[in-house]
């Protein structure tokens, strides 16, 4: 069966031609957009086939840092360094529903969602994308209750949401032990335990963060997919021995870099999955709504 999303148009277009090398039949055509147009014709397969006569339905997961729905570019800076950080968010954020309505996931991770401080007009982000398009959602600010950040306005609203059209069957929020970004949201869905992640700026507190994020993979008998800005200066090497121990793999083959989304050169947003979650999809559209691009997957969960 193929299913088709809406089709909103745009005048200066972008086209990425992706096919799937997968058993499941998957074109998609994407047209990348600036500032508001947009422009996305997309067909997928909703069923994808291993080899051994069983089908599993394929999901599109979505992550995307929104930077708070501040934008990126076109006078950021002025008149002051990171003056847009506290402008009005309400025309962006209308730009990020098109984007992700037309995207169509299934579960958006998103990291950097304003919950309700004046720049959002006191309304969470989260919940506005989820009562637009259609989801269930979970969202939490980033630091702890003892942190000073809690006391800060604005800060005190900068929170991690996991939007889902799944049932959640369960949600916890975790917190490490160093850092100041300190949030762990899990999401338990039917077959997949959703972790999404904000690590710190600093080296020795995201090696820190790892182990205990490591812990927490370890107590779910459920696939795992972790899903966030990791922050990893120092390149991709910093989760090698992340990996090694969990057992993890990066969805982003290829290592596309995601950050800065107008000229990307690092890769700190990653989509990592356990080995009972194939990869069907990847890819890194050309957006920049935010500082960082999204990074869309589609995988499928295959069931013993």
């Avoid at 899990?186 to 205990?212: G, M, P």
Wanted: glycine share 4%; hydrophobic share 40%; charged share 15%.
């Amino acid at each position: 069966m193929i299913g088709c999303n809406r089709h909103l148009c745009c005048d200066h277009s972008l086209f990425l031609i992706v096919l799937s090398e997968n058993p499941s039949l998957q074109i998609t055509i994407y047209t990348a957009f600036k500032k508001s147009q947009v422009c996305v014709h997309f067909f997928r397969a909703t069923i994808a086939s291993d080899g051994t006569n069983q089908y599993h339905t394929i999901m599109r997961l979505l992550l995307y840092n929104i930077r708070y729905g501040t934008g990126h570019k076109d006078g950021y800076h002025l008149p002051l360094p990171f003056a847009g950080f506290f402008k009005r968010t309400h025309v962006n954020l209308q730009r990020i529903i098109s984007f992700i309505g037309a995207i169509n996931p299934d579960i958006v991770a998103l990291v950097e969602v304003d919950s309700g401080s004046y720049r959002s007009g006191h309304f969470c982000q989260a919940q506005t994308i989820a009562d637009k398009l259609g989801y269930n959602y979970v969202v939490e600010n980033k630091y702890n209750n003892q942190s000073l950040a809690q006391r800060v306005p604005v800060l005190r609203e900068q929170s991690n949401a996991l939007l889902t059209k799944q049932s959640v069957e369960d949600f916890r929020f975790h917190y490490f032990e160093q850092g100041v970004k300190q949030l762990v949201i899990q999401t338990d869905l039917r077959a997949i335990a959703i972790f999404i992640v904000h690590l710190s700026l600093k080296y020795r507190h995201r090696q820190n963060q790892l182990e205990q994020l490591h812990a927490l993979t370890q107590e779910t008998d459920k696939e795992v997919i972790i899903a966030g800005d990791f922050n990893t200066f120092w390149g991709s090497r910093e989760l090698n021995l992340f990996l090694a121990a969990t057992g993890l793999k990066n969805a982003n083959l290829s290592n596309a870099a995601s950050h800065p989304s107008h000229a990307p050169q690092r890769q700190i947003d990653f989509i990592l999955h356990s080995s009972g979650i194939r990869i069907d999809n990847f890819y890194i559209p050309d957006v920049r709504l935010s500082d960082h691009s999204p990074l869309i997957c589609d995988f499928s969960c295959v069931h013993s």
